[in-house]
């Protein structure tokens, strides 16, 4: 498929490349992998991690898979969000709204948000994935 490009940016994501890209562009869209609260270098998510912390790296990681694949603007450019969640409860819910305002502004995507039972990594308790529009 020529016409859509790849993604994987420095540390964690190239570490992933031999499996699955972080990013892809599609036209004037790029679409993420659901990205986690891991150090975007290493990987690393220790076990104590709490949610709200991993939600925060997970924006952090969000922002950085964008400008990597050429969203300059990063969340501004951002018109849809899935996530997952484990738990899915009112600390979690708060804390995407104030990062939401914290990356955004009043800028609103539209959003589906999910709790599920278990997500791709060991220690992960949310995933997150994005498509930002770019011109």
Request: aromatic share 10%.
């Given at each position: ?5 790849y993604f994987?940016?420095p540390?964690f994501g ?7 890209s972080q990013?892809v ?10 990205q ?10 220790p076990?104590d ?8 790296q ?14 300059s603007g ?5 018109f849809?969000?899935n ?5 899915l409860?009112d ?12 990356w ?7 959003w589906?948000?999910v ?7 060991e ?7 994005v498509?930002a529009?770019?011109?």
């Amino acid at each position: 498929m020529s016409h859509l490009t790849y993604f994987n940016y420095p540390g964690f994501g190239e570490q992933m490349a031999d499996m699955y890209s972080q990013a892809v562009r599609v036209g004037d869209r790029i679409e993420l992998a659901g990205q986690g609260g891991w150090d975007p270098t290493t990987g690393a998510l220790p076990a104590d991690t709490p949610a709200t912390t991993q939600i925060e790296q997970a924006f952090k990681n969000i922002d950085l898979a964008l400008r990597h694949a050429g969203a300059s603007g990063g969340w501004t450019q951002v018109f849809r969000v899935n996530s997952y969640h484990i738990p899915l409860d009112d600390s979690v819910l708060a804390k995407m709204k104030a990062e939401f305002e914290k990356w955004m502004g009043t800028h609103r995507p539209i959003w589906t948000c999910v709790e599920v039972p278990k997500l791709g990594l060991e220690n992960m308790k949310v995933e997150i994935e994005v498509v930002a529009h770019v011109q």
